[in-house]
């Protein structure tokens, strides 16, 4: 199983968007795919038509201290899309409560790579679109993966908020064995504008060796797929997003080794 994470401390760029495509994208080549929404805003799952304010059978569910995880209740938050092989953990508002009360509660920050390890035989790839904030939500998603992708907006403030990811990265690292590799991904690219275009130069300037060599340019069409809520490859294969998508999908699976979950780094303790 591999664990990627879609997380940006900055809102709106592009995270739960990215999470779809790429999910859309790996179950189109065979994988079962899982998605899983820790964002209380719980967008990734009102994307797929389930409400953010139902209580049951949500991510919320996986948030059980070491030993209590209920298999049922696991099982039961997974919910199919009409993708084949894409599935999906809507997220919850509940979260946020959860978010507040959790910090006291011993061996919390590793609910989710626990309930992860239940699902070890039952998927080949795990995307999780994070919350914008710093929190257990967060920290729980990062300690789960092996990669992380940072959807980036190309306009220069949030650009600026890249340094903060990167603080929480480093923050991350300290309880791990091996540092967590990331790729900054340029969103919303606009090659029609100098602010567009001077961001994506800043960008490769600045982090040379963590910026993909491309980007996600804006496409309508990725919108009025979240908005019909179907996948963006089901909606237009041929649009430049989700074909911009593809490309970054190659070079993913291109730099991410084949280490399993149980050998990403993750220190297990609270
Ligand atoms: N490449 C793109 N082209 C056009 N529209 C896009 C693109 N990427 C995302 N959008 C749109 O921009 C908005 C924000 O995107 P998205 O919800 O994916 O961001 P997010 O980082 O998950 O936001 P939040 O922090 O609120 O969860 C959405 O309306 C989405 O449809
Ligand atoms: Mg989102």
Redesign the pocket.
């Known amino acids: 199983m591999r664990v990627w994470s879609v997380a ?1 401390q ?9 999470t779809v495509a790429l999910g859309c994208l790996l179950a189109q080549q065979g994988k079962r795919v899982l998605m899983l929404d820790l ?1 209380p ?1 719980a ?1 990734l799952g009102s994307y797929f038509g389930h409400s953010p304010e139902s209580t049951s059978h949500s991510s919320f569910d996986w948030f059980a201290p070491p030993g209590k995880l209920d298999p049922a209740q696991l099982d039961a938050s997974i919910h199919d899309t009409d993708a084949s092989g894409l599935s999906l953990v809507p997220g919850n508002t509940a979260l946020a409560t959860m978010e507040r009360n959790a910090v006291s509660q011993e061996g919390m920050g590793l609910a989710v790579s626990r309930a992860l390890t239940c699902l070890w035989d039952r998927f080949d790839h795990v995307l999780i ?1 994070s ?2 904030t710093l929190g257990v939500l967060l920290v729980n998603a990062l300690a789960a993966s092996e990669q992380v992708i940072v ?1 980036v907006q190309t306009e220069f403030l949030a650009i600026k908020g890249v340094e903060r990811m990167l603080n929480t990265l480093q923050m991350i690292n300290r309880s791990r064995r091996h540092p967590l590799p990331y790729l900054l991904v340029p ?3 606009d090659r029609r504008t100098q602010a567009g275009v001077s961001s994506f130069r800043h960008m490769r300037k600045t982090w040379p060796e963590h910026v993909w060599n491309s980007a ?5 069409r ?2 009025d797929a ?1 908005a019909k809520g179907v996948t963006p490859l089901a909606l237009d294969p041929d649009s430049r ?1 989700i074909q911009a998508y593809g490309s970054l999908l190659k070079t993913l699976l291109k730099t991410t080794s084949e280490a399993p979950l149980v050998a990403t780094g993750a220190v297990v303790h609270g």
């Open positions: 940006n900055k809102g709106g760029v592009g995270k739960t968007t990215t964002d805003q967008s679109d919350p914008p959807p969103t919303l690219f996600i340019p804006v496409d309508t990725l919108r979240s997003g």
